[in-house]
């Protein structure tokens, strides 16, 4: 397993190709928090925009500008490298005490805004990110803004390839962890046990829409209600829970697999198992260490999905919950050549 699959596509393989991240501005990501600051309190929040470096590489800087550890500076999600991202840090400062924040020199980044606040920002802290991207010399424009219109209707809620590493090495990482080898560093663990469960995620995924079911309700299915994270187990399927997917109101999930009985039943649960079948070393080791399982929305609907062109380049704007990749939308509206991605970092 040295790569990952070539995952199906909703609406058949696009033949238009483009060229993305061609230069960082190219790809721009803003964080929308799912709370707003209170304006005073014992925590500070700083909005940065950073360019060509990645989120942990800033919270460390900011320590060592603070004088505080790089567990104490906190962010709700990981932002790509090869981007302009804004995104929020957070850490505990006392009321009384200034911080000299405009004398800083934090490369390739700009604070933005500065707000006090009363409680320390949780990873997972977000409402959306919304992404501003350009795609560049695109071979057929006409044919994107016609697939635009089917992708409104939601693409498959892939995890990136960022996920994965170059070639699937960090599934190749997992394998190792799970044959026995020690992984000591516990950022690398972490990368190898989520590439794990996302890539199973992802098979599941793959084959309802080999099966030409991934919009169609079946017997024994858990259902997600849309912006929500609350799922709902289907005994038997009907035609009013068909019209609800229909009209996007809940979503089919898949297995995050781990350790706990399994929601799904009859033809579902046999679908699942089939998709899962060929990996049992995979599905052994997120129960081994102790990973619980969750459930996850298959089907992923852009918000405010805007297009424009610009010459021979494609202007794509729109809004995602947390959690969801922007590569997993382009890759149904062009087959793109993403020229910065040459890293294992997280979206």
Not at 39 to 68: D, F, P, R, S, W
Not at 164 to 181: K, P
Not at 314 to 340: H, K, N, W
């Amino acid at each position: 397993m040295t790569a990952t699959p070539a995952w199906q596509y909703l609406y058949g393989e696009p033949a238009v190709t483009g060229l993305l991240r061609q230069q960082a501005d190219d790809f721009i990501v803003e964080e929308q928090l799912n709370f707003s600051s209170s304006g005073a309190g014992e925590h500070i929040l700083l909005y940065i925009e950073k360019t060509g470096q990645n989120t942990q590489y800033v919270a460390k800087q900011l320590a060592e500008l603070t004088g505080l550890r790089a567990r104490d500076i906190s962010y709700a999600g990981l932002k790509d490298r090869h981007a302009v991202t804004r995104q929020w840090f957070c850490f505990k400062w006392p009321i009384k005490q200034a911080l000299d924040w405009q004398s800083w020199q934090l490369e390739g980044c700009r604070v933005l805004d500065v707000q006090r606040h009363y409680r320390k920002l949780r990873l997972g802290a977000l409402k959306a990110n919304y992404f501003r991207i350009r795609v560049r010399r695109v071979s057929d424009c006409a044919e994107v803004l016609q697939r635009a219109e089917q992708v409104r209707q939601g693409v498959p809620n892939y995890y990136g390839e960022q996920r994965f590493g170059i070639n699937g090495g960090n599934l190749v990482l997992a394998q190792q962890l799970f044959n026995g080898q020690s992984i000591t560093d516990r950022k690398l663990r972490g990368l190898a046990l989520s590439a794990a469960r996302s890539f199973l995620f992802n098979c599941q995924v793959s084959a309802r829409i080999s099966a030409a079911q991934f919009n169609t309700v079946l017997d024994g299915d858990v259902l997600q209600l849309d912006g929500s994270g609350s799922v709902f187990r289907v005994p038997q399927a009907d035609a009013t829970l068909q019209q609800r997917l229909t009209e996007r109101d809940v979503h089919v999930t898949a297995a995050l697999p781990g350790i706990g009985e399994p929601m799904v039943s009859g033809p579902a649960a046999q679908s699942e198992q089939q998709a899962l079948a060929a990996y049992p070393l995979l599905l052994q080791g997120l129960q081994d260490y102790r990973l619980k399982a969750e459930r996850r929305g298959m089907r992923l609907v852009p918000q405010q999905l805007q297009l424009q062109q610009d010459g021979n380049d494609m202007l794509i704007s729109f809004a995602l919950p947390a959690g969801c990749f922007a590569t997993s939308v382009l890759r149904e509206l062009v087959q793109y050549r993403d020229c910065g991605r040459k890293t294992t970092e997280m979206e």
